[in-house]
C-alpha cells in the first residue's frame, strides 16, 4: 500500500506516492529534478478526513536538514522570483503599449501661446519708465 502525499517545499508543491506517511520531525531525501538530491525535515503533518467517506488528503511541510539544500531552495526561489517579476515588468510594459495614447498635436496650442504672448506684450505698459533708459 502506498499513500498519495502533497510536499510543500519553500520552493515549490510535489504531489507523490510514498510507502508511509513520515511524521513531524523525520527527515527525507528527494532527489529534485531542478536542483538534484535534497534532505529535508518535516515540520509538519496535515491529515484532512472527510465525514462522507471521500478521499482525504495529506500534507507535508518540509524544510531543508542542510545548508546545502537550503542554499540551493533559496537560488532556485531567487530565480522563481526574479522570473516572475520579469514577466510582470513586460507585462505591465506591453499594457502601457498597447494603452498609449496617439500624440497630441500641439501646434494650435503653441500658435495660440504665441498669439497671446505678442498681445500680452503689444499691451502691456512699462511702470516705471525710468528703467527703460
Same mark, same amino acid.
Given at each position: ?21 513520515? +511524521?513531524? !520531525? %523525520? ?7 531542478? @536542483? !538534484? ?18 478521499? !482525504?488528503? @495529506?500534507?507535508?511541510?518540509? %524544510?531543508?536538514?542542510?545548508?546545502? #539544500? ?6 532556485? *526561489? ?23 495614447? *496617439?500624440? @497630441?498635436?500641439?501646434?494650435?496650442? +503653441? %500658435? ?14 512699462? #511702470? %516705471?519708465?525710468? #528703467?527703460?533708459?
Amino acid at each position: 500500500m502506498s499513500y498519495e502525499i502533497n510536499l510543500h517545499f519553500p520552493h515549490v508543491d510535489w504531489t507523490v506516492r510514498m510507502p508511509a506517511v513520515p +511524521r513531524k !520531525g %523525520d527527515k527525507v531525501e528527494f532527489a529534485d529534478p531542478d @536542483i !538534484g538530491d535534497t534532505s529535508w525535515y518535516v515540520t509538519e503533518v496535515a491529515y484532512t478526513a472527510y465525514t462522507d467517506g471521500s478521499e !482525504g488528503s @495529506i500534507n507535508l511541510a518540509l %524544510d531543508p536538514a542542510d545548508e546545502d #539544500t537550503k542554499e540551493r531552495s533559496d537560488r532556485l *526561489e531567487a530565480d522563481r522570483l526574479d522570473s516572475l517579476r520579469s514577466a510582470r515588468v513586460n507585462q505591465l510594459r506591453e499594457s502601457v503599449r498597447a494603452n498609449r495614447p *496617439e500624440p @497630441i498635436d500641439d501646434a494650435p496650442l +503653441r %500658435d495660440a501661446r504665441a498669439r497671446q504672448d505678442a498681445a500680452l506684450r503689444a499691451n502691456q505698459e512699462p #511702470t %516705471d519708465r525710468a #528703467t527703460e533708459k
